[in-house]
């Protein structure tokens, strides 16, 4: 079993460096720190970071060497003009102890709490902020994690220096602004709407997606190969066929169980910190770590290079498979898992990103329908062995079903590069843009499979079959459909691709959304407009990398009813809970939660998102609610709702109920 978790661990470093950098605040998961200072004289201080170190880890010392993990203070670089540090120390019990991960070298290291202490000589005036940056490793077992902790201290008119937590203060004004008291879930004027699973994903859409997944895997050359020498294998070595088909049935299952198992830390994950996957879906890193992940993975299935796994892993899961036990099949699933991955590696990344907005449990369903497809064929061939006669012979055609596959990676990564590119708004991939390369990769995927293209591996195309016909026909259908796509004409709305490509708006030709220009991005705005012009205001929750918002936006918000309802009647506010702009730094702050959780406000999409979260106890995306100027509920908030006539009856709804309030 521990080859199988050392496998595991692997799978998931693809996820790590997006983990790591997901949120900021996550690094008081293992050390929280508080700030004070202390005035010891004219324009000196001294800054104490006190350090609460989790059970079990270790926070290396300030003595450690500079070429080692340490802790180390930074000022930033307006600070640094004003300050100069003179001392930098700590109160508390230091401990030494040969490292085993560093060769066994004495290290000096704090446990449980330790307070760290900077003198500093500092020439700031009432106002001025010193702020900088904590530096720090702690380490636990094997694992040696860097962390850092920003801080700020405000200059008071006595000359005092105050500190703040995480460089952000906690701040009630702040805080009231996204906590709306006068928002009552539960007495709206109008109760109707309500927050359903509408626009959920599916955990049986997501099973359908992973069997489809599997089918694709089962083709290509790592997987189909196997299955007549592995079912053979069972058949033949068994004293009757009773035990051959027990055997290659729980071979079987055992690739189901492999595969849903690689889920299971994801739900760890999410239970420490249930916003992990909003989180994951939005990350800007993230998206460029999978569009680099997805550009690798299609460069190998076009077969310029080949990704396994280490070869010692396979090798020790193989010499586990020789015993005629369980545990032996087990090994031989987990040797088909390991020695596939060049294969499956790609599709089970492509269903992590494709659930990571959904949670833990849609990975789980994708993976198992993943693993029920590829373990199906070992057991009904076992039961049936007359089948394998029926299966077409390994050759080329499997070699054209991986480079496929990799026009497909290509096509997905530049949806994640998309996302990205929305959320900080770099602006260089507009939606014809979009468009335009995935017009490309529909094209050279139909020259491909008419044989006007090779690729390393392929053989030349000496006659085209019916199903090389079929697909290419398939793929010439795709480019032309998403021909309009780059123009500046009515047909470029292509409803199949809402949600997927990027938003009308976001476009070469300056063009407007379904509600634009009236559309405002500032709540505080809106709620000024909302009491000067004495109408209602619909919150639109939504985000740059939303699928279900893009769709309500291009499908139901252009129907001319619900667009002159919208204009008409409301003061429309889209905010973005994804939006990596930062707000200005008086308006940032700690925001603290009823159970004591604490999240740093600094983003335009923390703001947004905590609102949310704090007034309408959901967090998904897109989240409609209709209030009256002084923010009393007019409905139920609603979610993704694609009816069109269900819509357009909740807004009216919200109209009927502020005629109520005004009276």
């Known amino acids: 079993m521990k080859y199988f978790l050392l496998f595991l661990t692997s799978f998931q470093l693809m996820l790590w460096p997006a983990l790591r950098a997901q949120d900021a605040g996550n690094a008081e998961k293992y050390v929280k720190w508080t700030f004070a200072s202390e005035k010891i004289g004219e324009g000196e201080y001294i800054l104490k970071f006190k350090a609460n170190i989790s059970e079990g880890w270790k926070l290396f010392s300030?003595?450690?060497?500079?070429?080692?993990?340490?802790?180390?203070?930074?000022?930033?670089?307006?600070?640094?003009?004003?300050?100069?540090?003179?001392?930098?120390?700590?109160?508390?019990?230091?401990?030494?102890?040969?490292?085993?991960?560093?060769d066994n070298k004495e290290i000096t290291?704090?446990?449980?709490?330790?307070?760290?202490?900077?003198?500093?000589?500092?020439?700031?005036?009432?106002?001025?902020?010193?702020?900088?940056?904590?530096?720090?490793?702690i380490l636990k077992g094997e694992e040696i994690l860097p962390e850092e902790a920003a801080f700020r201290f405000t200059v008071d008119a006595a000359g005092n220096l105050s500190g703040s937590e995480g460089g952000l203060q906690a701040s009630a004004d702040q805080a009231n602004k996204l906590k709306r008291e006068n928002i009552d879930l539960k007495n709206p004027v109008n109760k109707v709407g309500g927050i359903g699973n509408e626009g959920e994903t599916s955990p049986w859409l997501m099973f359908f997606l992973g069997f489809v997944g599997g089918l694709f895997a089962l083709v290509t050359p790592c997987v189909f190969p196997m299955i007549?020498?592995?079912?053979?294998?069972?058949?033949?070595?068994?004293?009757?066929?009773?035990?051959?088909?027990?055997?290659a049935s729980m071979y079987g299952f055992f690739i189901f169980l492999i595969y849903v198992l690689f889920s299971v830390p994801f739900h760890i994950a999410g239970l420490a910190e249930p916003e992990i996957f909003n989180n994951i879906s939005t990350n800007v890193w993230l998206n460029v770590f999978f569009f680099v992940v997805f550009i690798v993975f299609a460069i190998s299935f076009f077969g310029y290079f080949e990704i396994?796994?280490?070869?010692?892993?396979?090798?020790?899961?193989?010499?586990?498979?020789?015993?005629?036990?369980l545990v032996g099949i087990f090994f031989m699933a987990l040797t088909l898992v390991v020695v596939s991955f060049s294969c499956t590696g790609p599709i089970l990344g492509s269903l992590l990103a494709g659930s990571s907005s959904g949670g833990a449990w849609l990975l789980t369903a994708g993976m198992a329908g993943f693993g029920v497809s590829l373990a199906l064929p070992f057991a009904l061939f076992a039961m049936f062995p007359n089948w394998l006669n029926s299966l077409p012979k390994s050759g080329g055609w499997l070699n054209s079903v991986k480079v496929i596959l990799g026009f497909i990676e290509v096509a997905l990564a530049i949806k994640f590069l998309s996302n990205a590119d929305l959320v900080t708004h770099w602006g260089f991939l507009h939606r014809e843009t979009f468009f335009l390369i995935w017009i490309i990769i529909a094209l050279l995927a139909t020259l491909y499979l008419l044989g006007l293209i090779r690729f390393p591996h392929d053989s030349p195309v000496k006659k085209l079959g019916g199903v090389r016909i079929f697909f290419a026909v398939i793929f010439g259908a795709l480019t032309l459909y998403l021909l309009p796509g780059i123009t500046n004409t009515k047909y470029s709305n292509i409803r199949l691709m809402s949600g997927f490509a990027p938003p009308m708006s976001y476009s070469w030709y300056d063009k407007k959304g379904a509600v634009e220009p009236d559309v405002i991005n500032d709540y505080d705005k809106a709620l000024k407009l909302a009491k000067e012009q004495n109408k209602p205001i619909m919150i639109d929750f939504t985000g740059w990398a939303c699928v279900n918002c893009r769709n309500m936006e291009e499908n139901v918000?252009?129907?001319?009813?619900?667009?002159?309802?919208?204009?008409?009647?409301y003061i429309l506010v889209s905010l973005y809970v994804d939006?990596?702009?930062?707000?200005?730094?008086?308006?940032?702050f700690l925001h603290t939660f009823p159970d004591g959780r604490k999240k740093p406000i600094k983003t335009i999409g923390n703001k947004y998102a905590t609102m949310q979260t704090v007034n309408f106890n959901n967090n998904s995306q897109p989240l409609y609610v209709l209030i009256s100027p002084d923010e009393q509920l007019l409905t139920l908030p609603v979610a993704y709702t694609p009816v069109i006539k269900e819509y357009a009856d909740w807004l009216r709804s919200g109209i009927d109920a502020f005629k109520k309030v005004k009276k």
Do not use: C
């Open 308 to 325: 396994t796994l280490p070869s010692g892993l396979a090798s020790k899961a193989d010499s586990k498979a020789n015993k005629g036990t």
């Open 557 to 569: 918000w252009t129907d001319p009813e619900v667009h002159a309802l919208i204009k008409e009647n």
């Open 579 to 588: 939006d990596k702009k930062n707000l200005p730094e008086e308006e940032q």
């Open 62 to 102: 300030t003595t450690m060497g500079d070429d080692d993990p340490n802790t180390r203070v930074i000022l930033d670089t307006i600070s640094n003009v004003k300050a100069t540090i003179t001392a930098l120390g700590y109160e508390g019990d230091q401990k030494k102890a040969p490292e085993p991960l560093m």
């Open 228 to 247: 007549p020498l592995t079912v053979s294998f069972f058949t033949k070595s068994a004293q009757d066929k009773k035990k051959g088909i027990f055997n």
């Open 109 to 137: 290291f704090f446990e449980k709490e330790v307070t760290v202490t900077l003198q500093v000589k500092y020439n700031g005036t009432a106002g001025d902020k010193l702020k900088g940056t904590l530096n720090y490793f």
